[in-house]
């Protein structure tokens, strides 16, 4: 025999879809610019169908049945879509939720009978709760991938390698420098060495806030790679307090040249390619 | 048997190793390179790496090698062309290679080399004046 | 302690002469480009696998090496097991010290490659053998 339930939303399935809309528009504080009524109604309608179309008597307690993969695979896209809309996580708590609520007040209007009402009540609360939390799960992954692509994306904007030069490269570092940041440095400055044929790269740490034992390795370690590639690394922008903590903590940089500024940096490198730099004689 | 080839360029020998070497071929390059320099005197050595995409450590030693030994019968070693994945790898390692010089690319490499020389033989010069003229 | 990772294929080859460490070193290249790793990542890992198996021959006298594409939470990576039947390492906080050195190499094989990797483990036992789990993240 069928389940009762699961007739009744079979035969309800128009009825349903229509509740559980008004009642998503409903909801306080539903964000309409995010999703036009056509595109809600579209989704609503695709998660509906595909969930009742694969209820059957075995799985209705079995939320982790794989007849429910579908459902679940409609609510992760559903949900990662709206994580990157940028959707509160209310709002998508509400959608899945108010589908709940209109399934139990559909229930409640047509099962009579209280003990059926309560066993078929219990087992469809079980079912979505177990589909919310799921839906919370690729929310916040939804989410973390955001934040990822932007931690990507901060760590691409911030490292631009500079031709000031023919054959001299500047790399001004903001922030940090931990070491998957000195992988991309090391990584785009030293492409961009091959690339422009360049002899001479400097790296500027004047927005590096603090130097301790752990960045001055990196930084050895870049200037050991460039070197390996057969070209020469200046590092400039060295701050009193940061030629203070060096000595303190007892770091050898004498392997690599260090300059204060990125002006004296770049007259060292002219003085190594044997170029000069002249003041025009005012012509009269 | 497979040989790296070593061509004769002046005072130079130029070696271009374009495969992925195993153990046994690096060895044999550096009999042969070793053997190279004092059979035809010469004055410099420069390997191009551009498409080796993995130096470990018996590759670096092997590098290390032919520049101590070369460097002892008085020619210089450039390792050219390096990949920055390479470089980046090498130092993560650990492998500074040692006496090795390193350019860009062939042509730099070149440039070092005749540098060098060119140093040596105004060296040579003075050296030589100096002993014409004892006082 | 960490998760186990999830197995998603899995390979195993021979490692008996010095001529089968080419085409073990493309095979992990090989693998390592299916899932997508960097470059610089590529690199790091080949050389280490290079290491390791240059030790596997030269103290263990050959052995085999598993290739696996491993995935943990949202990381994806190489995982190789080499596994030798040789005389084992008597001390191995020794062995992973720079500088350390029994055979004619420089003595950075592996600490040099512990860096290289992700994940680095190694258990021996004297007269039994040795093996090493590394694992290189693709983005790691």
């Known amino acids: 025999m069928k389940n009762e339930a699961i007739k009744i939303f079979q035969k309800k399935k128009q009825n349903i879809l229509e509740k559980w809309i008004t009642a998503q528009l409903e909801v306080n504080g539903m964000n309409d610019d995010l999703i036009t009524n056509d595109d809600l109604r579209i989704q609503s309608e695709e998660l509906l169908y595909t969930l009742i179309d694969n209820l059957s008597d075995s799985n209705i307690s079995n939320p982790e049945a794989h007849e429910f993969d579908p459902v679940v695979d409609i609510l992760s896209s559903i949900s990662i879509s709206r994580a990157k809309q940028g959707y509160s996580p209310r709002e998508t708590g509400n959608y899945i939720y108010s589908l709940k609520e209109t399934l139990l007040q559909v229930l409640s209007e047509e099962i009579k009978d209280p003990a059926t009402l309560y066993t078929q009540s219990m087992a469809i609360n079980k079912l979505l709760d177990s589909f919310s939390t799921s839906t919370f799960e690729t929310f916040i992954k939804g989410r973390e991938d955001v934040i990822y692509r932007q931690t990507d994306e ?131 | 048997m497979e040989k790296i080839p070593i061509l004769r360029m002046g005072h130079f020998l130029l070696v271009t190793i374009q495969v992925d070497l195993y153990d046994q071929l690096a060895e044999n390059l550096e009999s042969d390179l070793v053997n190279m320099v004092s059979k035809t005197n010469a004055k410099g050595v420069l390997i191009d790496i551009s498409s080796v995409s993995i130096i470990d450590s018996f590759m670096g030693r092997i590098l290390g090698n032919i520049a101590t030994m070369s460097k002892i019968m008085d020619a210089d070693t450039v390792v050219v062309g390096m990949q920055p994945a390479v470089a980046i790898t090498l130092v993560e390692l650990g492998l500074p290679l040692k006496g090795v010089y390193t350019a860009l690319n062939v042509e730099k490499g070149m440039e070092l080399l005749r540098s060098k020389i060119l140093l040596e033989e105004e060296n040579q010069q003075e050296d030589d004046d100096e002993a014409d003229n004892p006082e | 302690m960490m998760t186990r990772p999830i197995i998603l294929s899995s390979d195993s080859i021979n490692i008996t002469r010095e001529t089968d460490v080419v085409p073990f070193r493309s095979r992990v290249k090989e693998q390592a480009v299916k899932i997508g790793m960097s470059l610089v990542n590529q690199t790091k890992l080949i050389t280490g696998a290079s290491e390791l198996v240059r030790n596997l021959l030269k103290y263990g006298k050959g052995g085999t090496v598993m290739i696996e594409i491993v995935s943990r939470g949202r ?45 680095f483990d190694i258990k021996s036992e004297v007269g039994v053998g040795t093996t090493v789990t590394v694992i290189k993240w693709k983005n790691g």
Do not use: N
């Open chain 1, 154 to 284: 901060i760590t691409q904007i911030s490292t631009p390698v500079i031709r000031v030069w023919d054959g001299i490269l500047a790399l001004p570092i903001i922030g940090t420098l931990d070491s998957s940041r000195t992988q991309v440095v090391m990584e785009s400055l030293l492409q961009e060495i091959i690339d422009t044929s360049s002899s001479i790269a400097i790296l500027d740490i004047s927005g590096v806030p603090a130097v301790d034992s752990l960045v001055a390795q990196h930084l050895i370690k870049t200037v050991s790679a460039t070197r390996l590639m057969g070209a020469e690394c200046i590092i400039s922008g060295i701050r009193p307090e940061i030629a203070q903590t060096v000595v303190h903590l007892g770091i050898d940089l004498s392997s690599i040249i260090t300059k204060s500024t990125l002006a004296s940096a770049l007259k060292t490198a002219f003085d190594m390619m044997a170029l000069e730099v002249y003041k025009k004689k005012s012509v009269r």
């Open chain 3, 75 to 119: 990381e994806t990576g190489i995982r190789l097991t080499f596994t030798d039947k040789g005389p084992g390492i008597p001390d191995i906080s020794k062995a992973m010290t720079d500088g350390f050195t029994t055979g004619r190499s420089m003595g950075l094989g592996l600490p040099g490659t512990k860096r290289l990797m992700s994940e």
